[in-house]
């Protein structure tokens, strides 16, 4: 069982920064890969980026690629997600999210474990 709390999400203006935390709890976090995805008003849950569990792999959607990091600190039991250079079209909740296997996924139905979302919100 892993429960993740993510953390960061506010309102920022267009070419600013925010990162986002997700906590997880469970001795097993090390093990798990990680996944950011995101989900606007009227849209289907997106991918926004994965982590292996090992933090040396990371994938990107193509429209956050350059922008968007992953991180992971397994000591800490938590993933980031540094974004800069927002756009408003990045306005959404983003969901980080677990899952059991070594491969990097951009399917959401194929994670285990999800967070309750954070909001984030960016102003032209």
């Known amino acids: 069982q892993v429960v993740l709390v993510e953390s960061g999400g506010g309102l920022v203006q267009a070419g600013g920064s925010l990162r986002l935390s997700c906590a997880a709890s469970?001795?097993?976090?090390?093990?798990?890969?990680m996944g950011w995805f995101r989900q606007a008003p009227g849209k289907e849950r997106e991918f926004v980026a994965a982590?292996?569990?090992?933090?040396?792999?990371?994938y990107y959607a193509d429209s956050v690629k350059g922008r968007f990091t992953i991180s992971r600190d397994n000591a800490k039991n938590t993933v980031y997600l540094q974004m800069n250079s927002l756009t408003p079209e990045d306005t959404a909740v983003y969901y980080c999210?677990?899952?059991?296997?070594?491969?990097?996924?951009?399917?959401?139905?194929?994670?285990?474990?999800w967070g309750q979302g954070t909001q984030v919100t960016v102003s032209s």
């Open positions: 999210a677990a899952r059991s296997g070594g491969l990097l996924v951009r399917d959401y139905t194929l994670y285990d474990y």
């Open positions: 469970g001795r097993t976090f090390s093990t798990y890969g």
């Open positions: 982590i292996r569990w090992s933090g040396t792999n990371t």
